[in-house]
């Protein structure tokens, strides 16, 4: 902005191409951006007068949590006059130290007027677009009051500890932003939209649960499910009833559908696959049931067949860990309705729970934040952050929102439920999650078969943005190795705040069947860090600040691990929930021992409870903001727009619609 203004003062710039719209923009833009006595400087500068800059500030600034200096922040010196009329006096950049210093001319502060000093620290500018076109918006951080009247050649503002993404300790299982140090928003039109779905359906969820403490055998089910919107397996029903609970259905959903599985092949008959599921680590409420089952398929006719379901209960009244379970049932075709019921008990558990807490919220939204933290933490000045900053940069927020609206203690949702039917070992759970994670030799998984379209459609958008990421560092090389301490810092914190290191999370176990593909499963034998006694999940991108080969290749991987799973992943998790989760009598959670027909209301849960579900998934998956094609904050690369249009045909080919691709986390 200061490069344009120095223009049109200079006569190079002609204001007379702007309409008088376009001119009272720009000079709003530029009030905003630069004050008047900083423009009477810049004129002062272009006619040849030398401004005196005779005194000096200095400071430092580090990490509230840790002391740790905070390098590349922007700082200004300003004037603190009454009635906010203050006056711009200098500016400076925080070194790899957190120190800064700025010069400045105490007269620019007025006639006659001994300065009142105060500094702002701004983080790097927001791209956006406005009324059409892409703008910078300055992202002011905080302002720290200096002393009044300084008359003296060096003032010095001493330390500054700045809450600056801080790593919360209340939530010392994995890395979590403490809310009150995230130092920008959601774009607001993302947060109105946010809010308008939470209102919307959050008025109606409270209606039902009112209406139920009024009268506990109301309302019906059926009238809970109508109160919102139809989902996709009820009108699949309309169309062919009994087609949603089809062996066929059943396999390509667990194929392509809502959490798409990673099968393994069965050790006694390599032909057939299997999933399976363990729930004799967490420690249950009561609300819901969470079996054991095991689930063995068959390929026939490229379509994906269950041919063997195996479940396994607690007793009665047992919720703590390693319960004592009761006989393990096995049930095929053969069996009728206790196929069916079956296949209903694993759906409940694979959708409403391993789905949400492992597919959803460990490997998209916290697995993602630490990498966001990281990010926003360390690097400003490297093309990095241009680079995955458009995907990264409001999964802190939809953090911190989703964590007020469903788990606060007074306010959230789920208070609403005494005791709570979500499983409390959840955290724990997610924890365990995130030590199997890691961007090491990470890839999506191969095609199964033929009609393993989620498969081929993951391939598809790595293969693009690979290209993507490959093309950014051969521009940009130079640059990302000039600034590569910031890579350093970034790798580091992602390292030191790494969950320790597992081979299993708590649903798994070893059964001795192998997995039929690697490609998302951890299996480089690329060394790990040891810290403190634990073996840390993230493996180092780098471990100095001069980089070798291998660590910009490193770099390149984490940078398409990041991008795949804020795009590809999260848009694919996010957008087939509610057509298979939220019918209730389809894959609802379940209780009371789970095997029970669809209208036997005993195994349903609770209708506060199945209120809250249904009300939940749809205000924070009706969510419509933030997608690659559509660009609205124009911050997405233009390269990777065009990328992805070039391979339209090809995504069209196997069903997907690219302008539901999202740029980044936000729901």
């Known amino acids: ?60 600034i580090v990490h509230k949590d840790s002391d740790i200096p905070i390098p590349n922040l922007e700082v200004e010196l300003w004037d603190r006059d009454p009635f906010g009329l203050n006056d711009y006096l200098g500016s400076g950049v925080t070194n790899k130290h957190g120190e800064f210093e700025i010069f400045y001319d105490p007269s620019l502060a007025g006639f006659g007027d001994v300065p009142d000093l105060d500094f702002k620290i701004f983080d790097v500018p927001q791209t956006l677009i406005i009324e059409g076109k892409t703008v910078k918006k300055r992202n002011l951080i905080e302002v720290v009051k200096g002393a009044e009247n300084v008359t003296q050649e060096v003032y010095d503002f001493g330390t500054v500890q700045l809450s600056f993404y801080e790593y919360d300790p209340e939530y010392s299982l994995f890395p979590y932003a403490l809310p009150n140090s995230i130092r920008h928003d959601f774009v607001p039109e993302a947060l109105a939209i946010t809010l308008q779905s939470v209102a919307k359906y959050g008025k109606t969820m409270n209606e039902l649960i009112q209406r139920n403490r009024i009268t506990p055998n109301q309302p019906s089910y059926d009238e809970i499910q109508k109160s919102f919107p139809e989902t996709l397996t009820l009108i699949l029903e309309k169309e062919g009833k ?4 089809s ?18 092949k069965d050790k006694n008959n390599p032909s057939l696959y299997t999933t399976s599921f363990n729930g004799e680590k967490f420690d249950l409420t009561g609300k819901i049931d969470l079996p054991n089952y095991k689930v063995k398929f068959e390929l026939k006719n490229d379509q994906l067949l269950p041919i063997e379901i195996t479940l396994q209960f607690r007793e009665d009244n047992n919720t703590k860990p390693n319960p004592q379970m009761k006989q393990s049932q096995t049930y095929t075709p053969a069996d009728g309705k206790k196929w069916l019921q079956a296949k209903r008990v694993v759906r409940g558990t694979h959708l409403g729970v391993l789905g949400e807490v492992k597919g959803h919220l460990a490997q998209c939204h916290f697995d993602m934040e630490q990498y966001a933290i990281a990010l926003l933490r360390n690097v400003r000045k490297n093309p990095l952050r241009d680079l995955l900053y458009p995907h990264l940069k409001e999964v802190v927020h939809i953090n911190k929102f989703g964590r007020k609206i469903l788990m606060d203690a007074q306010e959230g949702f789920f208070a609403k439920l005494e005791p709570m039917f979500i499983n409390p070992d959840m955290l724990q759970w997610v924890r365990s999650c995130m030590g199997t994670y890691d ?21 598809l958008c790595w293969e693009l943005i690979s290209t993507h990421v490959d093309s950014f560092f051969a521009t940009n090389h130079d640059e990302i190795v ?47 860090r040891e810290i403190n006694g634990e073996v840390k999940a993230v493996r180092p991108i780098t471990s100095s600040e001069q980089p070798t080969v291998q660590d910009i290749e490193n770099l390149k ?45 005993k195994v349903l849960c609770d209708r506060q409870a199945a209120s809250i579900i249904v009300a939940v998934s749809h205000m ?27 391979k339209k045909p090809e995504f069209e080919k196997l069903g997907y619609d690219l302008n539901n691709l999202r740029s980044r986390i936000n729901s």
């Open 1 to 60: 902005m200061a490069n344009f203004i120095q223009r049109i003062v200079s006569g190079e710039v002609s204001l007379e191409q702007y309409s008088n719209t376009e001119k009272e923009l720009l000079a709003y833009k530029i009030l905003e951006d630069l004050p008047l006595t900083s423009i009477l400087k810049l004129k002062e500068e272009l006619k040849g007068k030398v401004i005196k800059q005779s005194r000096k500030v200095l400071g430092k």
């Open 242 to 245: 009994g087609y949603t609970r």
């Open 247 to 264: 062996d066929e259905f059943f396999g390509e959903k667990m194929l392509n559908g809502f959490n798409p599985l990673i099968l393994k």
């Open 439 to 459: 961007w090491t030799d990470w890839r999506p998984r191969t095609p199964l078969c033929e009609s393993h379209t989620f498969a081929k459609l993951g391939n």
């Open 482 to 528: 000039r600034n590569w301490d910031e890579i350093f810092r970034f790798s580091e914190e992602l390292v030191q705040h790494s969950v320790p290191y597992l081979t299993l999370s708590m649903e798994q176990v070893d059964d001795g069947d192998e997995w039929y593909d690697l490609n998302e499963i951890q299996h480089s034998s690329n060394p790990r």
């Open 557 to 601: 991987q984490v940078v398409r691990y990041v991008i795949y799973q804020c795009t590809f992943w999260h848009t694919w998790i996010h957008n087939e929930h509610n057509p298979e989760f939220v019918e209730l009598k389809y894959g609802g959670l379940l209780r009371n021992g789970s095997m029970g027909d669809e209208e036997d209301e």
């Open 620 to 646: 924070l998956t009706n969510f419509k903001y933030g997608y690659i094609l559509k660009n609205e904050d124009g911050d997405v690369p233009s390269q990777l727009i065009e990328l992805f249009k070039s």
